[in-house]
């Protein structure tokens, strides 16, 4: 066995069908549970740093809020960039090509170098732009305050985006994890004594906060970048090596992947936002009631999105084998398993759904009985949304594991926009369900959306066999189906 056999070597299954789903379903789920555990320790350290910022007044938190919109969407375009690493490296450790593996996390890194300052630039003028969309002044210089400390942690975080693509393509997201955990009270520990000037550091308020944060990116990234250099099965990879050549070829595939999903993602966080505001057209308590099942949304949402990025790998291996059969198993398998994942999750948020509404709102909050009542009502309406939106995430996943972004983009527009937002605005505002048709119209754009998703990654995985290149393969080499 060479060298190169060992290092890309991808899992063999047996020749029994049934074992081929069990053992699908254990390495799906032994790739997902860290992924997802990442990400809800994301949420944990978001959660962490709103807790601290709350004790400075209203007025912090609203800026805050402000500042998260202007970072979320100029860094979205970055994280799609940057999701285009890992289907290209689990390719790559399919088809057993480790060269391959080491120049897609490498142009990955160039690409993230390069979008890093062209991002930084909107938060720059984060206040100009808020205060131009007609938010108050104060609010508005707070947030680029919070903003001038969160723009030096970009690159970082664009890389550790990367990195963490490079070891789940090899089977290998705990470091991540246990990174992400590490981070969680080294945040919090930073983030409190910057904000408040504890202990003899410098009191530096929101930009203190941002700068605590942009910190730990940066740690996050450099323990990252020395478990893929230092630690087995990584170090033999030898990611830095001639780090100075740009691959400008694999640079354009990056983008040429990633861009849709970035346009994807804020195609999805536009309609949510617009949803805000026909909430709050409607009235203070229908927002309140809609931020709640929303916070709700993101929550469950870590889980299939764990699930999504382990059936990108899963799907990207399988497909870079030439193993027409395993992408179709291992994409079905990883819908099968968030679907049931996320109809136990939405079970119990039915069950709970009062006492989420409460611990949210509390009792002396004006109107809470009718906020309470709302929110709870909206819940039950979202266990459609929450079902769906997870099988709409693992099917994007499923497919990018194919390099196939473009076409989904397309559906993103049509299912958010063209149905999502359509819907709600005319079920809330021209029927009697008011905040509830707004939720109802949510739910029904997602759900188009995730069919759509479904039905075209079964009509691509069924159709790998039948498309055979001049070596007999199911491909090229050079471009997924969506090219097809």
Partial sequence: MTTSDQIGRAPVLSATPGHHLSRELAETIKLAAPMAATQLGQIAMMTTDLAFIGRLGDAAVAAAALAGTVYFV????GMGLMSAVAPLAARAFGARDPRMVRRSLRSGLWVGLLIALPIMILPLRGEQILQALGQAEEPSHLAQQYLFGLIWGVAP?????????????LNRPEPILWITLAAIPFNALLVYLL?????????????????????????????SLWFATERKPFQ???????LWRVDWQLMRQIVVIGAPISISLLLEYGLFSSAALLMGMISTTALAAHQIALQVAVILFMVPLGVSMAATVRVGQAFGRDDADGVKRAGTVAMWLGIAISAALTLAVIVLRFAIARFFLGADTENAGVAVTLAATLLVIGATFFVTDGLQTIAAGALRGMNDTRVPLLYAALSYWGIGFCSAYALAFHTPLGAAGVWTGLSLGTLVYAMLLLLRFRRLASGLARTPNREGGLHDGRQGPAQH
């Fill in 74 to 77: 100029a860094f979205t375009f």
């Fill in 157 to 169: 975080a664009l890389w550790f985006i990367a990195i963490r693509g490079f070891m789940g393509a």
């Fill in 195 to 223: 904000l408040y000037g504890e202990f003899g550091f410098p009191q530096l308020g929101l930009f203190g906060a941002g700068l605590a944060t942009a910190t730990v990116n940066g740690g996050a990234f450099v323990a």
């Fill in 236 to 242: 033999r990879y030898h990611i830095l090596v001639r």
